[in-house]
């Protein structure tokens, strides 16, 4: 059990270190002597977790999908601005998912397609607004697909806005703000006001 646990922090480790240095350099730039300098660990260590820095890749492009937990919320609308807000809050604080992201963003060497982090995220976004069309919360007329189109768009432009001139500081804000323009073409009009466009305090 103990050697276990030690396997499992190593690991952890090493995404850790590979998410700084991916988030630093981008993919192509990086090194493992860099990865390994970072956890202390040996490089038998290293290849015994990973074969090769295009498997690091895809275990960190895996913290993606894993950021895509939907909160529990009686008000389906609500659920997806609060998946929102609490995914920029976690591109604040988190290094891997923050190098899941650039790894989806950048062109690079790094065979994954870049797509796929998209579709993880409209999958997930589209399935709450179809929930919310059901329940009656969203306008006549609303395309759930062309919703679910401009929420992923805007939050990967804003969160790229947010990195260059803040390093994310801002990203909550931006992200709530456009929320403010969104919901009076989105939802109706009684329930505009029970809706929170700002992240819930930090326990």
């Known amino acids: 059990m103990a050697q276990q646990e030690r396997g499992k922090r190593s690991r952890?480790?090493?995404l850790e270190a590979a998410a700084q240095v991916f988030d630093e350099r981008g993919y192509d730039a990086a090194s493992t002597n860099e990865i390994l300098a970072r956890t202390g660990l040996t490089r038998g260590s290293l290849y015994h977790h990973f074969p090769s820095k295009e498997a690091i890749a895809l275990a960190l492009v895996q913290a993606h999908a894993e950021a895509l937990e939907?909160?529990?919320?009686?008000?389906?609308?609500?659920?997806?601005?609060?998946?929102?807000?609490?995914?920029?809050?976690?591109?604040?604080?988190?290094?891997?998912?923050?190098?899941?992201?650039?790894?989806?963003?950048?062109?690079?060497?790094?065979?994954?397609?870049?797509?796929?982090?998209?579709?993880?995220?409209?999958?997930?976004?589209?399935?709450?607004?179809?929930?919310?069309?059901k329940r009656d919360e969203l306008l006549p007329g609303v395309d759930v697909h062309e919703a679910t189109a401009t929420?992923?768009?805007?939050?990967?432009?804003?969160?790229?806005?947010?990195?260059?001139?803040?390093?994310?500081?801002?990203?909550?804000?931006r992200i709530s703000v456009f929320w403010k323009f969104l919901l009076p073409g989105l939802a109706t009009p009684g329930l505009i006001s029970r809706l929170r466009t700002t992240p819930m305090p930090a326990e």
């Open 12 to 14: 952890r480790s090493i």
């Open 70 to 133: 939907a909160p529990e919320h009686p008000v389906r609308l609500q659920s997806v601005i609060d998946l929102t807000l609490m995914f920029a809050r976690r591109l604040q604080h988190d290094p891997v998912l923050r190098a899941s992201v650039r790894l989806s963003i950048e062109q690079t060497s790094f065979a994954y397609p870049p797509q796929a982090a998209y579709e993880q995220s409209s999958e997930t976004i589209l399935a709450l607004f179809q929930e919310a069309e």
């Open 151 to 173: 929420v992923v768009g805007s939050f990967t432009g804003l969160q790229i806005m947010s990195q260059v001139y803040s390093a994310r500081v801002d990203l909550p804000e």
